[in-house]
C-alpha cells in the first residue's frame, strides 16, 4: 500500500510581509526525483463541506470567515490572522484535503497519509478563527474517523506552538486523546502541564524550554510518547506537524533538526504500526523557514514510506536543558509510569 499525499499551497491566501505565506511551499518540490516517489499516491481532493467543517466550528464562525474575505484583505485576530478575498475558499480546500487523506486511511486504500496543506489549522477554535489558522483541519479529520466508527483517535501535535483550538475542540471528548509539546511561554500562552485536570492521561502538554532538542524530544517519546499511546491504544494517530520546531525556523526557539523530526516521525510511524493497523495521518500546521519545512516534510515522508532517512546533518548547536524533573512531574500527574 502507498502514502497518500495531497499539496494544497493556497497561493492566493498571502499577506505582504506575514510569514504564513506561500514561500513556506517553495522548496515542497521535485517529488519524482525522490527515492520514495513510487510509494506516494497524490490524491486529488475537493473543498470540504460545510456540513464537515461545522463538526469543529459553529455555522456563525464559518459564516464569519466567509465575510471577513469580502471585506479583504483583512486582520481578524491579534496574531495576526489576515484573510484574502481566496481565504475562505482556501480553508476549504485545505481541509478537503485533509479530509481526502483521512478517507483514503480509513478505507484502507492507502496505508498512511501525509497532507501538505495551508492555511493551518491547529489554532483555530471552535467559535474563532486565531493564529495563522483558519479551520481547524486536523481537528476536522479527528471528527470524521470517529463517525467512521473509530473508537479511539489521537492527536500528536509537534509544532512549535500550543495547539489551544485543538485541546478546546475536545476538552470534552473521551475518544480523542491529545498530546502536545511546544516552547513555553509563547503564543498562544496556552498548554500549561496541569491545565486540563479533569483530562488526565487524555489531554497531556509537554512545555518545553527553549532550546529543547533532539536529545530532549528522544526521552520525551520514550518516556511520555510511547506510554501514553501503550494506555489510551487509540485506533488511529493524527500528527500536527509544525516545523517550526527546528532550530533555525525564525519565529520560536525549539531544537529539533532534520534527523529529531525523522526519528520522531519513525516513532510515531511505529507506533501506529503497532496498534493502530499503521493508520497515521500527518497534517502540515507550521513552519517558516521554507528549506527546513521541506526537509521536515521529506523526513517524515520517509518514515512514512519506509525509506531510509537522508545523509543531512544539521545539529542545533544550543546546549539542551535537562527537563528530567519535569517529564517525572508529567509522568506523575497523568500517571504514566
Ligand atoms: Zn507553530
Not at 61 to 75: G, N, S
Not at 150 to 173: K, R, S, Y
Not at 233 to 240: E, T, Y
Request: aromatic share 8%.
Amino acid at each position: 500500500m502507498s502514502t497518500a499525499v495531497v499539496s494544497i499551497p493556497s497561493p492566493g491566501h498571502y499577506y505582504p510581509g506575514h510569514p504564513e505565506d506561500p514561500a513556506r511551499f517553495s522548496d515542497l518540490v521535485n517529488w519524482d526525483l525522490k527515492p520514495y516517489a513510487h510509494k506516494l499516491e497524490w490524491l486529488t481532493s475537493t473543498p470540504a463541506d460545510p456540513a464537515r467543517i461545522a463538526t469543529v466550528h459553529s455555522h456563525k464562525m464559518i459564516a464569519e470567515v466567509e465575510k471577513a474575505c469580502l471585506r479583504a484583505p483583512a486582520i481578524i485576530d491579534y496574531a495576526p490572522t489576515y484573510v484574502t478575498q481566496s481565504s475562505a475558499r482556501d480553508a476549504f480546500n485545505a481541509a478537503g484535503g485533509v479530509l481526502a487523506c483521512t478517507q483514503a486511511v480509513l478505507s484502507g486504500q492507502d496505508r498512511n497519509a501525509f497532507a501538505m496543506i495551508r492555511p493551518p489549522g491547529h489554532h483555530a477554535e471552535p467559535e474563532a478563527a486565531m493564529g495563522f489558522c483558519i479551520f481547524n483541519n486536523v481537528a476536522i479529520a479527528a471528527r470524521l474517523a470517529l463517525e467512521q466508527g473509530l473508537g479511539q483517535v489521537m492527536i500528536v501535535d509537534f509544532d512549535a506552538h500550543h495547539g489551544n483550538g485543538t485541546q478546546a475542540t475536545f476538552w470534552q471528548e473521551p475518544r480523542v486523546a491529545y498530546f502536545s509539546t511546544h516552547q513555553e511561554g509563547i503564543y498562544p500562552g496556552s498548554g500549561h502541564m496541569e491545565e486540563a485536570p479533569h483530562a488526565r492521561g487524555r489531554i497531556v502538554n509537554l512545555p518545553l524550554p527553549a532550546y529543547s532538542g533532539d536529545q530532549t524530544f528522544s526521552v520525551l517519546t520514550q518516556e511520555v510518547l510511547f506510554p501514553l499511546v501503550e494506555q489510551r491504544r487509540p485506533d488511529m494517530l493524527l500528527v500536527s506537524a509544525g516545523f517550526d520546531s527546528h532550530w533555525q525556523d525564525p519565529l520560536t526557539n525549539l531544537g529539533l533538526s532534520t534527523p529529531g523530526f525523522y526519528n520522531l516521525a519513525l516513532c510515531l510511524v511505529e507506533l501506529a504500526g503497532t496498534y493502530c493497523n499503521g493508520k497515521i495521518v500527518f497534517v502540515l500546521e507550521g513552519g517558516y523557514h521554507p528549506q527546513k519545512v521541506a526537509s521536515g516534510v521529506d523526513a517524515c515522508l520517509r518514515a512514512l514510506t519506509g525509506e531510509e532517512p537522508e545523509e543531512m546533518s544539521d545539529p542545533s548547536p544550543y546546549p539542551e536543558t535537562d527537563i528530567r524533573d519535569r517529564i517525572n512531574h508529567l509522568q506523575d500527574w497523568h500517571g504514566l509510569k
